[in-house]
């Protein structure tokens, strides 16, 4: 054999023994699109990085595709060692017995947590220890055009905080064309849960019984049924008054309603704004989430977590979590929000350069931040930890559809949404005991 090929097959060799020594570490997730092409890059990066751990991630479809496919073998040698879950599925990861707590590895490294956002990390929380990781965090908010507030003679930088000041901004924002009909709505509000939670959030007032949850107790019951009316009242006065209107359960439709100027406010992720902010031709407001008050006491994290899985040896997990530093480290985390709309998980992600000239570009962002970092410690803000938050909320969403269709009273609708939704508890507490 020449030299040269000597060398080739030694480089070879040695890229080979490599490959082989690195510890291999399955890792499924749930972002598609533009978000899978930001992950695979940030999974590509670290690879690229070292020589020890190869990350190979799959996509499993969504979500709730993901966590079925989990459920099946999950405990076995074919579950992944790292898995992204949305934050609804928090309760039965924690419950499965199949995940090692974040707690642990954190301990072990003396990690320093501080460097991480506290309100992120209090979501997963349980009784004070942390179960995963946060790494594609969002929160609701508000957004509203500015352009229509100058014209119906509302300030631009002063959105409404409370019910009241929504329903009032909203029939001033209502713009008829010499038909009479509707040209522009003041406000619509989309067909998902989730929004109706941080109303109650954000007025102070858990989900279910025994703190949320969050005490490691198992939870029997909703615990807002003197509150919720107070909220569909709100929201009924203005479909009522034709200030607002509803584009149902989709996402999209709501997003393309507003910046083509068919309504003025209305909420959204805060995932959401960029998209919102390049498709508008107006200029684009963001505001808190509302509360019967207008005093602003906090929003609850939505988006997904990384868990460890307990199936694998100690050493891939180990080397799953040290793809979870690299993955919430600052640099990462402003190429992940910048690219996606997520919040950066790691505090000091605001002081790179990158983030800056993001934020001087889309300063709306900014309210958002703000929103994560002045909500205040509570479990009502902590967010509730649910078996069937799923199944909970489509019976919210139900509740929603009926009160706008409003044939039935709110009374009625609620007195049916919480009985419904402590039989679904129920016959899940049933079920897993």
């Known amino acids: 054999m020449n030299l040269k090929k000597l060398v080739a097959f030694g480089l070879g060799l040695t890229l080979s023994t490599t490959l082989l020594g690195k510890e291999k570490v399955v890792f499924w997730h749930s972002m598609s699109g533009g978000l899978q092409t930001s992950l695979n890059k940030i999974v590509s990066d670290y690879n690229s990085s070292q020589n020890s751990v190869e990350i190979e991630a799959i996509y499993q479809g969504s979500y709730e595709e993901t966590i079925g496919k989990f459920k099946a073998?999950?405990?076995?040698?074919?579950?992944?060692?790292?898995?992204?879950?949305?934050?609804?599925?928090?309760?039965?990861?924690?419950?499965?017995?199949?995940?090692?707590?974040?707690?642990?590895?954190?301990?072990?490294?003396?990690?320093?947590?501080?460097?991480?956002?506290?309100?992120?990390?209090?979501?997963?929380?349980?009784?004070?220890?942390?179960?995963?990781?946060?790494?594609?965090?969002?929160?609701?908010i508000m957004i509203y055009n500015k352009d229509a507030f100058r014209e119906a003679g509302l300030d631009p930088n002063t959105p409404p905080k409370s019910y009241a000041e929504f329903a009032e901004y909203s029939k001033k924002l209502v713009k008829k064309n010499s038909n009479g009909s509707v040209d522009r709505y003041g406000s619509a509000v989309l067909m998902y849960g989730w929004f109706i939670e941080q109303f109650l959030a954000n007025d102070g007032v858990t989900y279910v019984d025994k703190n949320n949850g969050r005490t490691g107790e198992t939870p029997t019951s909703v615990t807002y049924k003197k509150d919720l009316p107070k909220i569909l009242e709100f929201l009924r006065g203005m479909y009522k008054d034709g200030s607002a209107t509803s584009y149902g359960r989709d996402w999209d439709s709501i997003r393309t309603a507003f910046s083509s100027g068919k309504v003025a406010m209305y909420f959204d992720s805060s995932a959401g704004i960029k998209g919102v902010i390049n498709n508008s031709n107006f200029e684009v407001g963001t505001g808190f989430v509302l509360n019967e008050s207008g005093n602003f006491n906090g929003s609850v994290v939505g988006g997904a977590s990384l868990w460890i899985t307990n199936s694998s040896a100690d050493s891939t997990q180990k080397a799953a979590w040290d793809f979870i530093k690299y993955a919430t480290s600052k640099d990462v985390q402003s190429y992940w929000s910048i690219n996606t709309g997520y919040y950066p998980v790691n505090k000091a992600s605001y002081d790179t350069a990158e983030m800056k000239q993001n934020m001087e570009q889309y300063p709306q962002f900014g309210t958002a931040v703000a929103e994560i970092k002045e909500t205040k410690p509570s479990y009502s803000t902590q967010g509730a930890i649910i078996g069937v938050f799923p199944e909970l909320r489509d019976k919210m969403v139900e509740a929603m559809e009926a009160n706008y269709e409003g044939k039935t009273s709110v009374s009625k609708i609620v007195d049916k949404h919480v009985a419904d939704s402590d039989r679904i508890i129920q016959r899940y507490n049933r079920i897993n005991k």
Request: aromatic share 12%.
């Open 73 to 140: 073998i999950s405990g076995t040698k074919d579950a992944p060692t790292l898995i992204q879950m949305n934050d609804i599925s928090t309760s039965f990861m924690y419950n499965s017995g199949a995940i090692t707590p974040m707690q642990n590895f954190i301990e072990q490294d003396k990690f320093d947590v501080n460097t991480l956002e506290d309100a992120l990390l209090n979501y997963y929380r349980i009784d004070g220890k942390l179960y995963s990781m946060p790494f594609n965090s969002s929160t609701a």
